[in-house]
């Protein structure tokens, strides 16, 4: 397999499949941040949603739980087709990383609002109570009294999260993104060996990802250490 791969190397490494692998790397980023990023402040509002407690707002209460249950339990490539098909319903042409770029968001929010959630509850009945009795509002609650407290909390997870969900964007490629899976499927269809234009994506994976891990596990150490000088 080695000398496989070192004969066929010249013919890889061209100038155009280097291009091709840089954008589909882009691709991937993007289809990653636009998750974690836009994910992150709908799973913001889920949380805010399902901490109310007025009955005015029991419709979107329930909304924001089915929502939540939906998307956490429906595998990816389900919600990926999903979404392809529904897009496709309305006889727009809507480019496919729009279709996919929905997708992730959808389920990010769902995880993420989870963790978020988790993180706002954590932070001590006294500090809601005493905000309560300020007059804040929950968004003002949340804001100066219990995100500051709870970010700590939700971090170390969504970090966890946010590596994932960059393996997890490879599923893209089943509708056509040209993202890293894709990009290794047609170097392989091109005629290189599946060693060698898969264990390329792989390194550009583990290159993307690496840093992203090593970073939460840094922040998670400082963080740690943080709630222990001041216990």
Not at 121 to 132: D, G, I, K, L, M
Request: net charge positive; hydrophobic share 55%; charged share 15%.
């Amino acid at each position: 397999m080695l000398s496989q791969i070192i004969e066929e190397w010249p013919r890889f490494a061209t100038y155009y499949n280097l291009v091709f692998i840089a954008k589909a790397a882009l691709t991937t980023l993007a289809l990653s941040a636009l998750g974690c990023v836009v994910g992150s402040l709908l799973g913001l509002a889920l949380a805010m949603t399902r901490l109310t407690h007025s009955p005015a707002l029991l419709p979107l209460r329930l909304l924001a739980i089915g929502f939540t249950e939906l998307f956490r339990r429906v595998p990816f490539l389900v919600t990926l087709m999903l979404c392809f098909f529904a897009f496709q319903a309305t006889g727009e042409d809507v480019p496919l990383f729009v279709v996919a770029a929905v997708t992730v968001t959808l389920i990010a929010g769902a995880f993420l609002g989870e963790i978020i959630r988790g993180g706002l509850n954590a932070v001590h009945r006294n500090q809601w109570e005493a905000a309560a009795t300020m007059n804040f509002s929950l968004f003002e609650t949340i804001r100066y009294v219990a995100l500051p407290q709870a970010w700590r909390i939700i971090l170390p997870p969504a970090f966890g999260f946010f590596v994932m969900f960059i393996k997890d964007t490879a599923l893209a490629s089943q509708i056509g993104v040209v993202e890293l899976t894709f990009v290794g499927k047609v170097l392989n269809n091109k005629g290189f060996s599946a060693a060698l234009s898969f264990g390329a994506i792989l390194i550009v994976y583990f290159a993307i990802s690496y840093p992203l891990a090593r970073f939460g596990a840094r922040l998670e150490a400082r963080l740690a250490s943080s709630r222990h000088r001041g216990a």
